[in-house]
T-cell receptor, first 112, second 113 residues
Framework: DGGITQSPKYLFRKEGQNVTLSCEQNLNHDAMYWYRQDPGQGLRLIYYSQIVNDFQKGDIAEGYSVSREKKESFPLTVTSAQKNPTAFYLC???????????FGPGTRLTVT | AQSVSQHNHHVILSEAASLELGCNYSYGGTVNLFWYVQYPGQHLQLLLKYFSGDPLVKGIKGFEAEFIKSKFSFNLRKPSVQWSDTAEYFCAVNSNTGNQFYFGTGTSLTVIP
């Protein structure tokens, strides 16, 4: 089955630690996205990538970093500089341009 | 920057009631419009989309939406809701020249059997 996988489903970290969230897709999509979902705030864009080895900041990129070394993979690192990292993180992909996005199941990160 | 407004934050309906969820966007150019649904414990999935053509689009599970360009709106409708429609609904937009998608804050729908 084609789709997007995110792992792990739940992640717990201590404050001050960096943590990396995984996102893999086998849809052969060019573009990949990371969103943060908080109650009452919808989905806010963290980073996106249109092509391998290239990515752009979204609206809330501060405290996050990404890499796109392979077409299939777009990991997100939540750094210790992110002031409020506890959230639900969603990865998405699309063929590119303006076609609809396909979403992964999400990772719920809790930082204490 | 573009923005999307969903005015109904939480809607509670009885089964068989009609549904209309509002969505307005701010962007003066040509846009592509989407409604996504997130059922409890499931992935976000596409309900329907509008790129061009007939402004009344039909999606899965009996949902439809109407694009009214003059009102910058893309409201979601369903004539008769079911308990299984309980979910969170998100409106999204992107321009036909841009790569970013902008989402509304979502509407939580609860359908009472």
């Amino acid at each position: 089955d084609g789709g997007i996988t995110q792992s792990p489903k739940y992640l717990f970290r201590k404050e001050g630690q960096n943590v990396t969230l995984s996102c893999e897709q086998n849809l052969n999509h060019d573009a990949m996205y990371w969103y943060r979902q908080d109650p009452g705030q919808g989905l806010r864009l963290i980073y996106y990538s249109q092509i391998v080895n290239d990515f752009q900041k979204g609206d809330i990129a501060e405290g996050y970093s990404v890499s796109r070394e392979k077409k299939e993979s777009f990991p997100l690192t939540v750094t210790s500089a992110q002031k409020n990292p506890t959230a639900f993180y969603l990865c998405a992909s699309t063929t590119g341009g303006q076609d609809e996005q396909y979403f992964g199941p999400g990772t719920r990160l809790t930082v204490t | 920057a573009q923005s999307v407004s969903q005015h109904n934050h939480h809607v509670i309906l009885s089964e068989a009631a009609s549904l209309e969820l509002g969505c307005n966007y701010s962007y003066g150019g040509t846009v592509n419009l989407f409604w996504y649904v997130q059922y409890p414990g499931q992935h976000l999935q596409l309900l329907l989309k509008y790129f061009s053509g007939d402004p009344l689009v039909k999606g899965i599970k009996g949902f439809e939406a109407e694009f009214i360009k003059s009102k910058f709106s893309f409201n979601l409708r369903k004539p008769s809701v079911q308990w299984s429609d309980t979910a969170e609904y998100f409106c999204a937009v992107n321009s036909n020249t841009g790569n970013q998608f902008y989402f509304g804050t979502g509407t939580s729908l609860t359908v009472i059997p």
